[in-house]
């Protein structure tokens, strides 16, 4: 009964989560380390690479969590637009 009515406070809540953890670095590179492949995380990755010089491949990366975070925002909205409608019928 409670979540039908708390819906949208854990959609907000699971995005701004997600898209934290899109960014976390001092944390995952403190506690799992930087071992590519296994806990590697996008914001490492893209650290990585531009100390090591390949400034290409982390602007790529960049792209590439600007994109999911675009898609991710935009599946919300898309949700919550749908949800609203269905309600107003």
Request: proline share 2%.
């Amino acid at each position: 009964m409670t979540l039908p009515l708390a819906w949208r406070g854990v959609l907000a809540g699971t995005v701004l989560a997600f898209a934290r953890a899109l960014g976390e670095f001092g944390a995952t590179i403190m506690i799992a380390g930087n071992i590519p492949g296994r806990t590697q995380t996008l914001a490492l990755a893209i650290f990585q690479a531009s100390q090591i010089g390949h400034d290409d491949r982390a602007q790529v990366l960049a792209g590439v969590t600007v994109l999911l975070a675009f898609a991710t925002l935009w599946t919300a909205e898309l949700f919550t637009r749908r949800r609203a409608r269905r309600a107003a019928t």
